[in-house]
């Protein structure tokens, strides 16, 4: 398994930006199998929770985005996405995609993909 994040950028304060992730070397009744996720992890910060969801939608967020973020997925792309509004400095980190299933014993990390926010 492997999974490419991308979709970062430079964005002003308010603005929206939308993260995609792709899962490769997967077959889709692998993919259902999994909880996909996104993390953040700021400079000098730990890696934090954003989101995650489950292959049949249900979706739980970290306090500090709820309301803001989006997160969605497509099994037929075996493709998992945040949509990100309402942009705040504080928002500024690299955000990881991330799959996991307690079913193959498997936690898989992709490279991350950098958000900045100005004020």
């Known amino acids: 398994v492997q999974l490419q994040a991308f979709g970062g950028g430079l964005v002003q304060a308010g603005g929206s930006l939308r993260l995609s992730c792709r899962a490769s070397?997967?077959?889709?009744?692998?993919?259902?199998?999994?909880?996909m996720g996104w993390y953040r992890q700021a400079p000098g910060k730990e890696r934090e929770l954003v989101a995650t969801?489950?292959?049949?939608?249900?979706?739980n967020y970290a306090d500090s985005v709820k309301g803001r973020f989006t997160i969605s997925r497509d099994n037929s792309k075996k493709m998992v996405y945040l949509q990100m509004n309402s942009l705040k400095p504080e928002d500024t980190a690299f955000y990881y995609c991330?799959?996991?299933?307690?079913?193959?014993?498997?936690?898989?990390w992709g490279q991350g993909t950098l958000v900045t926010v100005s004020s």
């Open positions: 969801i489950e292959s049949g939608g249900s979706a």
């Open positions: 070397r997967m077959i889709f009744s692998a993919f259902v199998m999994y909880t």
């Open positions: 991330n799959a996991r299933s307690i079913t193959r014993d498997d936690d898989v």
